[in-house]
């Protein structure tokens, strides 16, 4: 086995010893998501280089090369977030190409500097030689030439024809034909996220560029697949080195009782309760980033040179804190703890009115607003009235919903906005002695950064393939639209889990089943039994809002016809009579929409095809944007 550091540049080196990653036939497909995508652009933003991001494990079968053949490794562990940052790169390629063509016809530097970083960005995801052994593995014609892709996804789901076409469509490699169904598949979402994602001035692209190049991996290179997946498991299984929030807590602990000379085992106990209050790791980071930006507005607290907190800087923080009072730091924590355990229902709060707001955003995803709320809970006796929490909390969820869907403003964007709005509050208070609703929700509304978007493109993104785009937001929009209605027949707990697994009870649903092969009744009811139409009619329509609900037991609906799927049967779940079936009287079911000016409803169709699909999305985004529009904005102006 050989261990070593390196660095993505180090990894996808372009001169000397070029090697390539090669994911396995075996090996499961793409599997990252919305959220995988932003946790990894995030860290990358937030972050300084040389940003550690994992380990991977590799198989090398290559000590035996011939003069000029490539060496190739077999990646067991690592493919998700090696292909991902090729999608990265494939997208700041292409991004770099459009800049270039608008650069002035003389300026002879910029091109060349263009052209260095286009060649330098090439060479990292595809090797081209015109020399090649006839039986050399690993590389595709392209003309006279043999292509070696640096990393190659696995083929299953048809992932690497999806990451051809990318790399053509960006002018990397020759022609490659459009892969069936290409839209909706998880290379292109990504792709088209990440482009998104991108800064437009050529400086900035530059430095996100050089973190990636410097981002740092453990190499671990195995000579066998048995020892790759000993090792996997092993280090999967065992023990981790120690995270920020275990060595802040020692250092504060060692701190306790040098400065104060408290016992360890005290401040030991005192630290539990704070994890009574945040129990998992990644709230526990979260929270301490956001304490500093939520209080850097005092000098007690702000550190010099540090305008928010990160993960990379949260130690550099916390170790000053602690050391100038480590005491005044610990009370702090456990003080402001107790406030940030009210947001995820760790602990309870007192209005029952604001829990019920409060669980709500939390639905919504919404961890971004914690940096404001956890200003204002702390100034709770100085907030303008008693509905001041009230107004802002329902101003978030709608302005997260507003984000959350159309992805905008950027995720690297939110803290910088959230400090923002914390610091006019403060200078609310200083100059008026109060705060107020109106002073939040003007700062995010009349700031160009934090304003969200439009109404109109709101609505386009709720027409969209909303379950691709983001499943989460998806079933919250359809709890919501259940949760409106006036005459619920029938309301279970639609987010009550499973407490075996985790899992939720009630999941999404598709009517139109999602599935490759559809079943014959389906293509009969979509297409008159053309199955070429039917699928056509399945790619365009099957992930749009009207075509989903809410089911508690999924398994039991999947393919089955539209009339099955709609009959109202009695299941146990989890020692719960539920009701499942179209006709169950959840609100959901029976939302009202219109075809040839007669209502009708999923509970009430006698048939399911792409008209009732589009008529269901569109009386769903209707109802969607009353209820996410904000004050003074005019729905009128919305053709739904």
């Known amino acids: 086995m050989n261990a070593v550091k390196l660095t993505l540049a180090d990894i996808l080196k372009i001169e000397g010893n070029i090697e390539h990653y ?9 599997t990252w998501g919305k959220y995988n995508w932003e946790v990894l652009i995030n860290d990358i933003n937030e972050n300084d280089p040389d940003y ?6 590799v198989v090398n079968h290559s000590d035996d090369l011939r003069p000029g053949e490539e060496k190739i490794y077999q990646v067991i562990d690592g493919q998700q977030r090696l292909t991902t940052i090729s999608i990265v790169l494939a997208a700041i390629y292409y991004r770099y190409k459009k800049l270039q063509e608008e650069l002035e016809e003389d300026d002879d530097d910029e091109k060349m500097d263009f052209a260095i970083k286009l060649n330098g960005i090439k060479k990292k995801l595809v090797i081209r030689k015109k020399q090649y052994y006839s039986d050399e593995q690993g590389g595709f014609k392209e003309g006279k030439e043999m292509c070696f892709l640096r990393v190659q996804p696995s083929s299953q789901n048809n992932n690497l024809q999806d990451y051809k076409y990318i790399l053509a469509q960006c002018g990397i490699l020759k022609e490659v034909e459009y892969p069936r169904n290409f839209g909706n598949k998880r290379f292109s979402k990504a792709f088209e996220y990440f482009y998104s994602q991108l800064p437009e001035a050529k400086d900035e692209l530059d430095e996100l560029l050089n973190k990636i190049n410097r981002l740092v991996f453990i190499h671990i290179s195995v000579s066998s697949q048995a020892d790759a997946f000993t090792l996997f498991e092993t280090l999967n299984n065992r023990g981790v080195p120690l995270s920020p929030i275990d060595i802040i807590k020692n250092n504060l602990l060692a701190e306790m009782e040098k400065q104060h000379n408290q016992e360890i085992d005290v401040s030991y106990d005192q630290w539990q309760e704070l994890l009574e209050f945040v129990p998992d790791y990644d709230s526990q980071l979260r929270f301490l980033r956001q304490y500093y930006n939520a209080f850097k507005v005092y000098d007690t607290v702000r550190q010099e040179r540090i305008s928010r907190a990160t993960r990379s800087n949260i130690l550099q923080i916390y170790e000053r804190l602690i050391k100038k009072d480590a005491q005044k730091t610990f009370d702090e924590l456990l003080d402001k703890g107790a406030v940030y355990g009210k947001f995820s229902g760790t602990n ?6 604001v829990a019920a707001m409060l669980t709500e955003l939390n639905m919504v995803g919404a961890a971004a607003s914690y940096t404001v709320l956890l200003h204002l809970f702390s100034h709770r006796d100085k907030l303008i009235s008693e509905n001041t ?7 978030l969820i709608k302005y997260y919903v ?7 403003p950027s995720t690297r964007d939110l803290d910088g906005i959230n400090i923002e709005v914390v610091e006019k509050c403060h200078k609310q208070l200083v100059e008026e002695g109060y705060i107020s609703a109106s002073t939040v929700i003007d700062a995010h509304l009349n700031n160009s950064k934090a304003k969200p978007e439009s109404l109109q493109n709101f609505q386009e993104w709720l ?16 709890w919501k639209l259940d949760s409106i209605s006036h005459s619920r027949e029938y309301a279970p707990d639609l987010w009550k889990r499973n407490p075996n697994n985790g899992n939720y009870v009630w999941t999404i649903e598709h009517v139109l089943p999602q599935g490759e092969n559809l079943p014959k009744k389906w293509i009969e009811m979509i297409a008159d039994g053309d199955k070429k139409l039917a699928k056509e009619i399945q790619d365009e ?16 609906l999947s393919n089955k016809s539209f009339e099955e799927k709609q009959s109202k049967s ?11 079936g179209y006709k169950n009287g959840l609100a959901l079911n029976k939302l009202l929409f219109s075809i040839d000016h007669k209502n009708q409803s999923l509970a009430s169709a006698n048939t399911w095809n792409a008209d009732m699909i589009e008529a269901r999305t569109n009386a769903m985004v209707k109802r969607i944007i009353d209820i996410f529009s904000f004050e003074n904005e005019t729905v009128n102006t919305v053709t739904v």
Request: hydrophobic share 35%; no cysteine.
């Open 22 to 30: 090669h994911i396995p036939k075996y090996q499961r497909e793409y």
């Open 52 to 57: 550690f991001i994992g380990s991977i494990i």
């Open 348 to 353: 309870q709060e007192a209005n029952r009115k």
């Open 389 to 395: 929490i009230e107004e802002v909390i329902s101003f």
């Open 402 to 408: 507003r984000r959350n869907v159309t992805d905008y």
């Open 463 to 478: 027409e969209s393939d909303m379950f691709i785009n983001n499943s989460g937001m998806t079933r919250y929009l359809l």
């Open 541 to 556: 329509w099957v992930h749009k809002l009207g075509n989903l609900t809410l089911s508690a037991y999924n398994s039991n």
């Open 570 to 580: 009695q299941r146990n779940i989890l020692n719960e009579e539920m009701w499942i």
